[in-house]
């Protein structure tokens, strides 16, 4: 059975993007198109499936929009752009109803407000699963745009937030708890929070050198801005960030404490790397936006990614992230 990952390749290498209106094609978060005067269009598709991306138990309708709409927008935050439009393809399993149609409509109208996009277009359909898939459109100035590829050996790795949380919050709520009494991890699983404005902020700043959006787990979407680019990593165990709720909760459901910041995947912060000398850049945009960035390790040659516990010692990683389908 062919994976994901094989399966993302072989589609790369059947669409090469070598015409010039392409500025990224196939294989970065968004791809940019010249289609303006300093201005490179960015376009994404997400979507969220029934009992792969979401089970209908556990979120609203409203809600479901929202957090289709907050995944999609996130990848042209993470090339440091600034989404405009999205389009809609909504396909629906036959146990809906109108009521049911109404609250997701309104759901993607209070999304347009909180993320400042713009509801164009999409299609509707019969499916056997509920499913959304959201396309969104943006734009970037050529010179701000941020890319997966860029990370050199020496520079700093950081991530924005903390991980875990989103999995955990899963695990949660496959468990009967809810999120009254859950809100932090219940929350960051139902309703996450794209990092628009500091995608943002790092690319006037020009100091990323790299970014992505951990949608997938740490440790995957790490080596996609190193291993798949030519470099490696080395990150300290010790240094992940991890919420007060998770490190109180994890126990009872991981045998391994940071299992889920590392290979948890659906937490949508954002993972950069950026040169030694711009730490003061980084602590100045993290104190202005009121969000936490922390230093996790630095990118070397390798490639490979390597997790280093207090000890010095390597650790292995039973779970890198998530991987839709195959091995």
Not at 33 to 59: M, N, W
Not at 110 to 137: A, I, P, Q, R, W
Request: net charge negative; charged share 25%.
């Amino acid at each position: 059975m062919i994976n994901e990952l094989s399966a993302l390749r072989l589609i790369e290498e059947q669409f090469p993007s070598a015409i010039g209106c392409v500025e990224v094609g196939i294989g970065d978060d968004s791809a940019a198109l010249r289609v303006s005067p300093g201005r490179l269009l960015l376009a994404t598709t997400d979507c969220q499936v029934e009992d792969v991306h979401f089970q209908k138990a556990y979120i609203t309708p409203e809600g479901l929009a929202r957090r289709s709409v907050a995944v999609s927008v996130s990848d042209v935050g993470a090339m440091g752009g600034v989404p405009k439009f999205i389009l809609a393809s909504l396909g629906f399993s036959g146990e809906e109803d109108e009521a049911f149609l109404m609250k997701l409509v309104e759901g993607f109208r209070l999304s347009e407000k909180e993320f400042g996009v713009k509801l164009v277009g999409g299609n509707l359909s019969s499916s056997e699963k509920l499913f959304l898939d959201v396309t969104t459109l943006g734009e970037v100035e050529p010179e701000n745009l941020v890319r997966r590829s860029g990370a050199s050996p020496g520079d700093v790795i950081y991530v924005s937030g903390t991980l875990g949380d989103s999995a955990l919050g899963l695990k949660l709520l496959e468990d009967g708890r809810t999120s009254d009494e859950y809100p932090c991890l219940i929350g960051r699983h139902l309703n996450p929070e794209p990092r628009l404005a500091l995608g943002r902020r790092l690319a006037l700043s020009g100091a990323a050198t790299s970014m992505i959006d951990v949608s997938d787990g740490l440790t995957l979407d790490l080596e996609r801005i190193t291993v798949e680019q030519g470099v490696g990593a080395r990150i300290d165990l010790d240094r992940i960030p991890v919420s007060d709720e998770y490190k109180e909760r994890v126990a009872g459901y991981a045998d391994e404490f940071f299992a889920y910041a590392l290979g948890g995947g659906e937490d949508y912060e954002l993972l950069f790397t950026s040169s030694p000398g711009r730490r003061d850049d980084v602590r100045e945009i993290s104190a202005a936006l009121d969000i936490l960035i922390t230093e996790i390790g630095e990118v070397v040659s390798g490639p490979a990614v390597s997790v280093i516990d207090r000890d010095g010692r390597e650790v292995s990683v039973s779970r890198k992230g998530f991987v839709h389908f195959g091995a």
